[in-house]
Each structure stands twice: as C-alpha cells, then as structure tokens.
C-alpha cells in the first residue's frame, strides 16, 4: 500500500503517475520543505541498527516534521521543476502545481501539441540530412571503388 495512494483525487492520481520518481521509499523520504516522511508500520522498510528508532525520536520532538506512516508500505515522490515532493504534503508545494495544470489544461495541451509537431519536423530534417550524407558516402565509395578498379587495370596492364 503507498502512502496516501486510496485517499488521492483523480488529479492528484494523474499528477502522481505522470511525475512520479519511479519508485516510493520503503523507509522514509524528504519533501523538498523538509518535512520528512517515513514508515513506522510492522512492514516498516529496511532500516538500518537503530535508524527508526531515532526517526521516532525526532517525530516526538518535532511532529511537524517529522510523519510516521504506519498503514503504509511506501511512500511515493514526485519530482517536478527540480523538486521532490510528496503529493499530499503540509506544505502543499504539489497542490500548487496540481492547480496550475488543472487550471491550464488547454494551454499545456496546445503547448504539447506544438512541442511535439517542432520535434518531429526536427526530426525529419535531421532524416533528411542523414540520407543526404549516406547517398554522398554511397557516391563516395562508388567513386572509390572505381577508382580502385582503375588502378587495379593498370596494375594488370604493367604486368
């Protein structure tokens, strides 16, 4: 079970599974705000001598910053504009980009769009140049191999 994973929206959801790292911690991660989630379930991750202990510690001393998860088995990040964020963080630095998208959805589409039709022309042009300078070293060696021809001719007729 991931953190949070049964309680996200259908936007949260998306925004998850289209900035996700790949992968969630098994012991605990860092939102980019510094708030530090981690699993203190019987299925807790592979922590090291004493690690939990001092994580549990820490969530005493500071509950702000410091989250158990204990009905969790990991604890999922997303990674957007070079931050890592957990979706359903305090902070809600994930929200906001939650917002911007949903309130942008047209725009981004358009942008997308037109991203990819620039990418594949690039694409094609660079096709295009590749084809040429394979039909000119086609031409190349063909001039080569004649030219090899005609040394080997003149070889045989000094023979």
Same mark, same amino acid.
């Given at each position: ?47 090291? /001598?004493?690690?939990? *202990?001092? &994580?549990?510690? @820490? $969530?005493?001393?500071?509950?702000? !910053? ?59 042009? /660079?096709?295009?140049? *590749?084809? &040429?300078?394979? @039909? $000119?070293?086609?031409?190349?060696? !063909? ?17």
């Amino acid at each position: 079970m991931t953190l949070y994973h049964e309680q996200y929206s259908e936007e949260e959801s998306a925004f998850q599974e289209a900035f996700s790292t790949g992968g969630g911690s098994t012991c605990g991660t860092y939102c980019e705000c510094g708030r530090c989630y981690f699993i203190a379930g019987s299925d807790h991750g592979d922590y090291e /001598e004493g690690q939990l *202990d001092d &994580l549990l510690q @820490s $969530a005493q001393n500071d509950p702000d !910053k410091f989250i158990p998860e204990d009905n969790y088995s990991s604890i999922e990040m997303v990674e957007i504009g070079g931050e890592r964020l957990v979706v359903q963080c305090k902070c809600a630095k994930a929200q906001k980009y939650i917002k911007f998208f949903e309130s942008h959805l047209h725009e981004i589409a358009k942008y997308a769009a037109i991203r990819l039709k620039q990418r594949v022309a690039q694409l094609r042009r /660079e096709l295009a140049e *590749d084809t &040429l300078k394979a @039909s $000119a070293l086609g031409e190349s060696l !063909k001039e080569y191999q004649q030219t090899e021809a005609r040394i080997e001719d003149v070889e045989e007729f000094e023979e």
